[in-house]
Nanobody, 123 residues
Framework: QVPLVESGGGLVQAGGSLRLSCAPS????????VGWFRQAPGKEREFVAR????????HYADSVKGRFTISRDNAKNTVYLQMNSLKPEDTAVYYC????????????????WGQGTQVTVSS
């Protein structure tokens, strides 16, 4: 499995926006669904959003629905997570990962994890 690389994290004030990017370190996504997860200190990794390879089907955690948007540009080999109206509770390391399993939010079904990118939202 080719590791994915996340970028775009940073420090932002509450109410602000960030856009995260995810791309394979080598080559291209191979007909994979891609998910974003996050992990805050002392907490378990949690599902944030998922997108199918075609980009047609998306799914979001209730905590981010209406604020985050996942999208992909297969020509650029990149998956994005647009995060708006950020809250301090969104502070975490954000990871992307890929899966051939359709319609899953369980991190165990995902592979090719990247190193993550830190998102910090100040109040």
């Amino acid at each position: 499995q080719v590791p994915l690389v996340e970028s775009g994290g940073g420090l932002v004030q509450a109410g602000g926006s960030l856009r995260l990017s995810c791309a394979p370190s080598v080559g291209a996504f191979t007909m994979s669904n891609v998910g974003w997860f996050r992990q805050a200190p002392g907490k378990e990794r949690e599902f944030v959003a998922r997108i199918s390879y075609s980009g047609i089907t998306t799914h979001y955690a209730d905590s981010v629905k209406g604020r985050f948007t996942i999208s992909r540009d297969n020509a650029k080999n990149t998956v994005y997570l647009q995060m708006n109206s950020l809250k301090p509770e969104d502070t975490a390391v954000y990871y992307c990962a890929s899966t051939q399993v359709y319609d899953t939010t369980w991190h165990g079904d995902f592979g090719s994890w990247g190193q993550g990118t830190q998102v910090t939202v100040s109040s």
